[in-house]
């Protein structure tokens, strides 16, 4: 029954909803060599049609920042890619083999950053700061989500336990909100930044643990396996391995991000594409 309601609603919205081609919005402009995380930004979705909702947001986005630089990945683009840049590396493996689009784009936004550094944003959520604010001398710029640690953490999801379990090991007093999680929807970063090292092959070494394991809740599965969880330890680990301030703002930067700013009555959510089915591997 959920998955005939999701083909029913994403038909509904195919051919009820007026899309916009989201290439005639993004633009690529040059980039500024005086800043550490370059003032580009990515983003993904499954094709580069969207309704009016996503195409508003995003033009204000676009808007309010004239000299940052915007770039679209669909699916193919994204596949395309990691294969071009990755396909030597094991996390290209591991991209190949998840089996939800929210877990391929976990995986792209960190190696695209890791790569060629800047900052990427979830298609369907904002931020209401102009982006020349972060400092050009930063080679990182993190934030928080309210939900903590201690709450959103199975342990059984999880193969490295000792510093969930013993935080006291990391360095945490150089986070704002060392209780929380870290977000993972909107991330800035300098090339080749060793958070992103870490998380990438924390997420290589985690799939040994995961692979063709069947959960019930495949939300919290790719939350732990290529979402916020996985990020918050590579966080933790480079504290532990690299103790230096990073730099942060708080909850939802600052209550400057929107997560999520598009209802659920758009395309985005009515075509399944990062819907969570039950019972299912997240890597196959």
């Known amino acids: 029954m959920y998955i005939l309601l999701t083909k029913f609603r994403s038909i509904y919205f195919e051919l009820f909803h007026r899309k916009t081609d989201l290439t005639n919005l993004y633009q690529v402009r040059p980039l500024d060599k005086t800043r550490r995380i370059p003032n580009q930004i990515f983003q993904t979705w499954k094709s580069s049609k969207v309704d009016k909702n996503h195409s508003k947001i995003i033009s204000r986005l676009i808007q309010n920042n004239p000299n940052w630089s915007f770039e679209f990945f669909d699916d193919s683009a994204m596949d395309l890619y990691m294969r071009d840049k990755w396909s030597r590396e094991p996390i290209f493996e591991i991209y190949n083999s998840v089996n939800f689009g929210a877990s391929r784009a976990d995986i792209w936004r960190l190696c695209i950053l890791f790569d060629r550094g800047g900052g990427y944003l979830d298609i369907d959520s904002t931020l209401n700061f102009s982006l020349d604010e972060i400092d050009p001398t930063f080679s990182e710029l993190i934030s928080f989500e309210g939900s903590r640690v201690k709450d959103a953490f199975h342990p059984d999801l999880f193969p490295d336990l000792e510093l969930f379990q013993n935080p006291e ?19 800035f970063f300098s090339p080749g930044h060793q958070i992103l090292r870490i998380a990438i092959d924390e997420i290589v070494e985690k799939s040994k643990f995961i692979k063709g394991h069947v959960f019930e809740d495949i939300g919290v599965a790719v939350v732990h396996t290529t979402g916020p969880i996985i990020f918050t330890h590579a966080i933790w680990r480079y504290l532990k391995e690299s103790p230096t301030p990073i730099n942060q703002m708080g909850l939802d930067f600052d209550g400057l991000g929107v997560f999520k700013a598009i209802g659920r009555n758009s395309s985005y959510h009515a075509a399944g594409h990062y819907s969570m089915a039950t019972a299912r591997a997240v890597i196959s």
């Open 169 to 187: 090991l990391t360095n945490l007093k150089y986070l704002k909100f060392p209780e929380n999680v870290a977000l993972n929807w909107a991330l």
